[in-house]
DNA sequence: GTATAAAACTAACAATCGTTAGTTTTGTTT
DNA sequence: AAACAAAACTAACGATTGTTAGTTTTATAC
């Protein structure tokens, strides 16, 4: 029962919105008519369209930094790493699969400072990534192929998860978890 | 009479810029300004801004759709045609890396007839995509996982070639077929 | 019931958008 | 050098953009 702010309502009709136009193809109008109300009203609760970009991509970039350094300080396999980091993506993809749209396809749009923290972030991220992928690959727990593919191919399909799984209505997070875990890890052959 | 060196000259330039900011957020001036030129001069050349886009994707379109009916219609197994599908993405990757940041991240800018014309070419994509891992799980030729699961992970793999090959400096193309087969369809552990 | 704050409104701004019209420059052919 | 077309230009259009200012409505607290 507790009412969401009125600013949170807009970023998640924001986030609506730019999933399916993306940031620069969204006007203030159009984001006020999902909200039913006028466009200078918008700007009683944030502060520009720029603000409402910045927050749901930042929230969501610190939530895998989070969760990442959460799994590269623990003391797992590889394997269980990685395991761990397809959960982290489908948690987060099951929380706000909307926001995500953002993250991967308009943080090019973010200004300066939030720019730079956000591709520090991601390049951090993927640092990790790639040196879990290369620890499992030294102690023979991965297949020795080549680590950037193995990095690419994993993380493309974890960063899109938030376009397919909402079109899978009766997926259980647990199933979904257990399949992309065989798919990724184990192969198809 | 047609100026279709100057045209595709402008064409791919706007692929470069589409690519790095996304249609909306690329004006005719910013083309203009790439080609070198005034933005009333590209008029000499395009119709429409909206023309530039349609020609970039649904080219492109047409060429996944060639490829895969050459696929379907061939006499393989089904781990043969998933690896003849690996190798259309590489080869449609190689030689037009650009235009398929169009084609994935802004067809929903596509107008009414163009529009339709993807989306189906899209959906019979992903249907033939589909058949083939059904028939191969059938088959036993592939491990009973979700469908879905595979058509999605591997599609989205394919799909983002393009932003990470070119970031690959010393990779070659038919070393990079290889470890693709290997790593989407073998698994890594 | 009145005061106060939150949240909506109308109206408009300067800037920029895709595009058109009309004109001039450039380069090639005769 | 004259003719002609390709390709550039200047100038501007109507529409739309994000945003601001000032005002009115709505809901809550005393």
Redesign the pocket.
């Known amino acids: 029962m507790k009412p969401e702010?009125?600013k949170q309502e807009i970023i998640n009709a924001a986030s609506i919105l730019f999933k399916e136009k993306g940031y620069s193809a969204?006007?203030?109008?159009?984001l006020?008519k999902a909200?039913?109300?006028?466009?200078?009203?918008?700007?009683?609760?944030i502060?520009?369209?720029?603000e409402i970009l910045s927050t749901i991509i930042i929230e969501l970039a610190e939530e895998f930094t989070t969760g990442m350094n959460r799994i590269v300080n623990s003391n797992e396999n590889s394997i269980q790493k990685l395991e761990k980091i397809i959960d982290l993506h489908i948690d987060v993809t099951l929380r706000n699969a909307d926001g995500l749209a953002s993250l991967n396809s308009d943080w090019m749009h973010l200004e300066e400072e939030n720019l730079q923290h956000f591709e520090k972030m991601r390049h951090d991220y993927e640092e990790n990534f790639r040196n879990i992928v290369r620890n499992g690959v030294d102690k023979e727990e991965i297949k020795p192929c080549n680590i950037e593919i193995i990095v690419f191919s994993t993380l493309s399909t974890l960063r899109t998860l938030y376009l397919w799984y909402p079109k899978q209505k009766d997926i259980d997070a647990a199933i979904l978890k257990h399949d992309m875990v065989s798919v990724l890890l184990k192969g198809v052959v």
Chains 1, 2 share one sequence.
């Open positions: 702010s009125r969204v006007t203030m109008r159009d006020a909200m039913g109300i006028k466009a200078a009203s918008l700007y009683n609760h502060q520009s369209k720029q």
